[in-house]
């Protein structure tokens, strides 16, 4: 921690903050330069409210230093995190995965028909919702249980691996015998709860920024599930709150490459829910690749006008087809596949 | 729902959405303008993605037009919803109630001392957290159940009303023991498990503004817990993000009397978490109540510099009275009182 | 400015750094802690990029120390600017000054019952757009020359001073004959053309923060008036933009403690613009004044629903006198008064 | 226009809303539903403010149905404008057109190193600064007309088309002898007296986005040039202002797809300053052109660790010339081409 006292701070002003900080256990070296003096803290919290120091009479600011996340950090895995599913599937590594399929599981036949069309264009995840975070409790709120049991045998089926949310702790131990991969939404970002609980399970999670978290925020929420002793978090970027209001949200491709610099986790791309409209969903998914993602999470719908949630930011499946042959000339651009 | 064709949208075009909201079971309007088509779709659903006919061709706009929450909405009890908490408290009446309390119980001493001045100050409820929603998971997560028994007796020696935050359902049923008002925290206003169990609560609920959330959002996440049976949600406004980073928050202090004309709940602020910052509680606090709240939410405590959690945005006792005294001054203004 | 090295930088990588900033003169402070390097760079430089360092290797952060601002920071001025408008009225003294009246000056007449309405209920300045900036080609853009006159005459004949927005340098001449204030909208925050040019004027600025402008840049683009000789700046809170789209912007009130804090300048708020409905107006002219403005800019039109432009956002002459009538209760909660 | 009258609303009401819209020269249709009744007016205005029914007795809601903007809009020209600067190079067609060079103009010999350098590479525009437009008052504001002769001569040594920042409408005249594209900055996309100024200069124009500008604004302000007489308008995203702060600003691409449908105008992306970090330029540049930008503007610099502005978010020649090499890779993925 930095803090730089005013201008004219008094001895004694800058005397008690430096008591403040030796009494919450940190070394303190002091720099006294012409205008302004400024105290180094170094210590072992990772846990310490800046704030306190800034109400401090004399303290113009506070800086932190120390990254609160460790585990999270690029630092903590230099050469980067590359999760393994098995039969030579890998998400973080030289292969960009995508993970296709409908919002929700609707019924056999749906999730089966759309498997199937997407293993066929590549893709090597099926996504689909059994249980949905709806803003209305008056919307469908997906099939349950019945629905995992569809995903799961569409997915062996086709060989493909599978993720779908999981929305509170007590669901956990069911959805591992159905799921490769438990998803946790945006607007879980922060249970924290929830966040414990995953740390203890050994599947990987796919964590979604949430709606106005900040990459720093996405990054602490992962680093629950990691010291909880789970180090297979797959990062994801969904879009984020803005005054823009034209696209549902405003997909931050750059979170990207600055999330991959900042930590050593494998980072993906959702364009469907980063800007809500189906004509928008293949530029995006493009330039999430261009910009670097190690995956795209892709709403593909065999009749999207017909879907029960989120049709209008669903693919068909010849609009996949065509963007998957897309990304395979661009994914080279970076020295990276696509399957 | 209102859809707005395109200029030169062929008749097949639109008969073809007409079609549509025939067999989504909307009756259809239709109005021939003379540069644009627009058709008027009057329905029961209430759960429904105006998206899926953005999409359609030939269509320029659609516009939802029923408000998506009933139960919430002020015409559902156009006179308001008085919460009764008991001994002649009420929350939504003539009254502007504050509760107040430190950011987290740290001792039963220090809750204690806590209580008595707030009481004698003039608040109503003790606020304090046993369950903290923290960041990072190295910081300080609350004392728990031990925390919440020492709340309770503090509460009743001083004759205070008690609220706490809920983290997750589980802990639903050992928490209406020990306090009066559950309070769901911002990151958690979404969280739909947990607003679905709350439902079933037989205790007010005090659900706070998601970070990012829309007013709309929030009228709807209270939806979640009246459909569910559980009348009594009061609705607090705590700072959302914004692009400014000098607060902490930026406390949307609008949203008060927006919410108070959409809805019949009870409104109320927390400038604590809306400034984050200890010298700017106060200013925000009176310009709530100049606003029309309901009530307040406000972090007091006894040694802010030593305190576990939050204590750059706690008032000291001093402080606290001297703001009751400016309230009582200014809520005569709008025909309100402070006690 | 402080850099703080990454862990693990090299001493061959930390001394670049400190080469460079040597090369840029500054002196430097280097304090080796245990996982940290942390150097403090001291200077003259108030033009710095210091994005510069971030991008060297080794760095993992850098942080400004100097507040790019100078003349406007409260240590310039630490007892605050009080601008004399004459006979008595100052803004930012002991009143809370109150500038009333439309948005555009329509006619003689309109301007005439305005000011006259305005100035009975207790405001001190008369406000009125005679050039508006209107974001569509095809709207209504103000009387010009015409207005100003109109508006002049009203002001005189009620005692009231005068204040209307100027667009470009090249209207500054000929606007200082007829308004005792010029304003710099919102939009126009940033036109570094035009503030340089008002550094030369000879009477008070009110200068309005942008859309998006924090409230730093705020003080930066009042700092190119002050810079260029002009003492006399008034700012101005109007609303920011974020992802909220009920109201028309949101108002951040907590701006006017915080720029009180940091600034000696006056601090007002213009709760018409801030929230564009007049329902909201009152309630939040209240809370500005009881978060400790130094006055208000509110829309009062004689017809509302007849305005050439805002009539939504403006006040009646009723609900005007209404308000000032609260405002006098309020103000005395913080020592000021209300005319 | 589209108004939504509230559940209840009495026959006066209604006729009330409807003389008001009749006196205001609309055709009203009504539509009476079971809960709603729906009035849609037909009308000529482009200039209304629907905010002025919004606060009739007994309206829910008001909803625009003309689009505000008519020359920029798609339909005034589907197939899409080309301009053409000479020599082959055209903005909108095929081709993606890169534009890139220093900051600022630093010297004659800076310029024409990068000038060099950037042609060799494929880009077809040299880009400078001569006036910036800098927040603080004490930053380096440019050589003014010196660099813009120095820009020239180097543009035109090398084949190079060019393009520079025109701050005011005094420096028009001056400008248009150096450079072939006058840029209007983020900052100034909403001043409105140099926006008609540029109607009638008979030189393309690149209009910024501004930081915290919708889409329509954008495309509103390019409204005011072309209905001034100049159809070459070339818009531009470089990034808007979120809360995340670890990038300068929020590059949003999904404004280029977005854009492209709405409006005939071409569509370029400025990653430089949508990241505001070196490292973050060539990801974004790559997501921009596999979003399917009409080209890009790119900050290059020959010793980015000396430039006098924006040094930290320049390229070198070496990054410029390998990122113009996955450029060209990426561009075929959508029919396009890069030189």
Known sequence: MVIVMQEGATDAQIQHVIDRLVGSGFNVHRSTGESHTVLGAVGVHRDFDHR?????????EVMRVTQPFKLASRQFNPQGTIINLGRG?????NE????????????????????ESVAKSGAKILRAGAFKPRTSPYAFQG?????????????????LFSVSEVMDA???????????????????MQNYHLLRALGEVRKPI???????????????????????????????????RTFETYTRNTFDIAAIPVIKKLSHLPMIGDPSHGTGRRDKVAPMARAAVAAGADGLLIE???DP????????????????????GELRIIAPAIGRRVA
């Open 170 to 188: 007590s669901q956990i131990q069911m959805m591992i015998g159905y799921v490769d991969i438990l998803q946790v939404g945006a607007r879980n």
């Open 300 to 302: 593909v719908h065999n």
């Open 89 to 93: 599937v890998t998400i973080g590594g």
């Open 305 to 324: 006008d017909h879907a029960l949630s989120d049709g209008a930011q669903s693919l068909d499946p010849g609009q996949f087809e065509q963007l998957m």
């Open 143 to 159: 099939m349950g249980e019945k629905g995992l049991e569809f995903m799961r045998e569409a997915a062996e089926k086709f060989a």
């Open 96 to 115: 960009v995965v995508v993970a296709a399929g409908p919002c929700s599981v609707e019924s056999r036949e749906q999730i089966h028909i759309i498997a």
């Open 52 to 60: 306190d120091f800034e109400l401090l009479d004399g303290v113009r």
């Open 206 to 240: 796919l964590l979604k920024r949430g709606m106005s978290a900040t990459m720093e925020e996405l990054l602490l929420s992962a680093e629950y599930i990691l010291a909880g002793g789970n180090p297979d978090v797959i990062l994801c970027e969904r879009g984020i």
